[in-house]
């Protein structure tokens, strides 16, 4: 983390996904997390964000699936998640069909790597 | 001084469109300048006259630049704000403070967009945008939008409540009648709920219906003081009331997907018109897909949250139902050109002053106008429009 002291929030937080970890922030001011890294709460306006490791465990807030044809390689998931802490992102579940991910599901996160780069998606819980 | 002071003391005096549907040849800055026109004769005023502008555009970020340049016209006054579509309804409460003061007499708000015939293609623009104006907590997830986000949306309030794929089939079909009735309108062939229901998929759970046109088209209206207003060859629509809310930009930063800016914009402008949803005779909402109807009736107080579903039931918002909605045919069969919000303010004043023929509905003295902007009802701008008899 130190190597990236100099980094502003959004590129530490990529840099961070490169390495295969997955962090968020929380302001000590207000207690709350704070999700996609800022240098500002914007909670309660403090600047005392600090990166925390992200549990991982969430919940589909939302799901639609997203028409694509075949050959430009079929449809795929777009979800929003809730995580535990209390951030929401934007993400995708892997590993079931899309029309198969559903709003309440329980997911847990995994940092892949997407043309390069690292990237937060979530697997269904309970061997689903 | 406070909204409320306001209230009544600007009109709309001339309106115009151009270029709707299809603008073959023509560019942005052409039909916006036609139907710059056709608002200013409809008022019996001319350029000259103008000497306050607002205006918008997806392409251009200094566009009111473009705009006095081309027209020829030097505005003391220019409100260049873009909240996405919604701009062209939040240019109504700058505009109103700036013609109370007495800072310019005659503003123009105008808007033209030949995106469907152009030969600069919508991919090309959206990946210019994406380049230009990253979203990089969503763009690796490909959301297709602005209809994923709104997707998003939609199935979260239908899991929240009974709303169902019928419901939201309800007002495709509903703009669709009205837009029979229009012959402005660009779509204008039957529409039934079973086919809405069996058209492909788009993203979950919005088919091709459920999205707003990609049309070109221009709008432009003419604001002016009520004292002035009262001199010219129309008759004037009073403004009661303009509100705007912006409360994020993209989906995943909506703090609830069931509940839209609109609650807010909506209060403020009923709070300072001095009426409430049941005083109301239409309503113009910015309709870019099927469930903003439903937000906005929820939002807006028409009926409770939850409860837009089997509000719009058995054609309740379509010709003949208890409540006229989107009267032109709405972003989804009349036109949309990109960026929506001066038609239905247009198609408001048209109502309010008797002008629709087939679609008219008799006796309106009422209307709400509900902007919407962004990838996901992100801004919300909310006017209250009525003829002079309710002032
Ligand atoms: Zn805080």
């Known amino acids: ?128 | 001084m406070s909204l409320k002071d306001l209230r009544g003391r600007i009109a709309i005096v001339g309106v115009g469109t151009a270029g709707c549907g299809e603008a073959h040849g023509m560019s942005d800055l052409e039909i916006l300048g036609q139907a710059a026109k056709a608002a200013l004769d409809d008022a019996g005023l001319a350029l000259k006259d103008v000497d306050g502008l607002c205006t918008a555009n997806l392409n251009a970020a200094m566009w009111p630049l473009n705009v006095v340049e081309y027209l020829g016209i030097r505005p003391k006054f220019v409100e260049g704000t873009n909240v996405g579509g919604a701009a062209f309804v939040a240019h109504q409460l700058p505009a109103m403070l700036a013609l109370d003061a007495g800072v310019c007499d005659v503003v123009l708000v105008c808007y033209g967009s030949t995106q469907r015939t152009s030969s600069f293609g919508r991919k090309e623009r959206s990946a210019a945008r994406n380049l230009l104006d990253p979203e990089p907590f969503q763009a690796p997830y490909q959301p297709f939008n602005p209809p994923s986000s709104y997707a998003l949306i939609a199935a979260r309030h239908m899991h929240q409540f009974a709303t169902t794929r019928r419901h939201l089939a309800e007002v495709a079909v509903a703009a669709r009648k009205w837009a029979q009735l229009n012959p402005e309108a660009f779509s204008r062939e039957p529409l039934d709920i079973e086919t809405v229901l069996k058209a492909r998929m788009i993203s979950d759970p919005f088919t091709a219906y459920d999205c707003c046109l990609v049309t070109d088209g221009a709008a432009a209206y003419v604001m002016t003081r009520a004292d002035r207003a009262r001199d010219l060859q129309k008759q004037p629509v009073h403004i009661l009331a303009n509100a705007t809310a912006v409360w994020h930009r993209s989906v995943s930063s909506m703090q609830d997907l069931t509940v839209t800016p609109s609650k807010e914009s909506g209060e403020r402008a009923f709070a300072a018109a001095g009426l409430g949803p049941k005083d109301i005779d239409m309503l113009q909402t910015y309709d870019a897909f099927s469930i903003n109807t439903l937000l906005a009736l929820e939002d807006l107080g028409f009926c409770k949250k939850g409860e837009g579903g089997s509000f719009v039931e058995d054609g309740a918002i379509a010709p003949g139902g208890r409540f006229p909605v989107n009267t032109n045919g709405g972003g989804l069969s009349c036109v949309h050109p990109n960026m929506y919000g001066a038609f239905i303010t247009i198609e408001a004043v048209r109502q309010l002053r008797g002008e629709c023929g087939e679609r008219q509905v008799e006796g309106a003295k009422t209307a709400v106008v509900n902007g919407n902007g962004g990838n996901s009802a992100s801004s919300q701008s909310t006017s209250v429009l009525a003829t002079a008899d309710v002032l």
């Not at chain 1, 709350?32 to 490791?53: K, S, T």
């Not at chain 1, 079931?96 to 997911?107: L, N, Q, W």
């Open chain 1, 1 to 128: 983390m130190q190597e990236d002291a100099k980094l502003g929030p959004e590129a530490h937080y990529q840099a961070q996904l490169n390495q295969g970890r997955f962090l968020i922030q929380r302001c000590s001011d207000c207690a709350r997390h704070v999700f996609y890294p800022r240098v500002i709460c914007p909670h309660c306006g403090g600047a005392a964000l600090q990166w925390v490791e992200a549990g991982g465990a969430g919940m589909v807030y939302s799901t639609t699936t997203v028409r694509r044809k075949a050959e430009a390689g079929g449809d795929y998931d777009v979800s929003l998640i809730d995580l535990d802490e209390g951030v929401r992102m934007m993400s995708r579940v892997e590993g079931i069909a899309p029309t198969e991910v559903k709003i309440g599901m329980r997911v847990r996160a995994r940092v892949i790597d997407q043309k390069g780069a690292g990237l937060v998606v979530f697997f269904a819980e309970d061997g689903k």
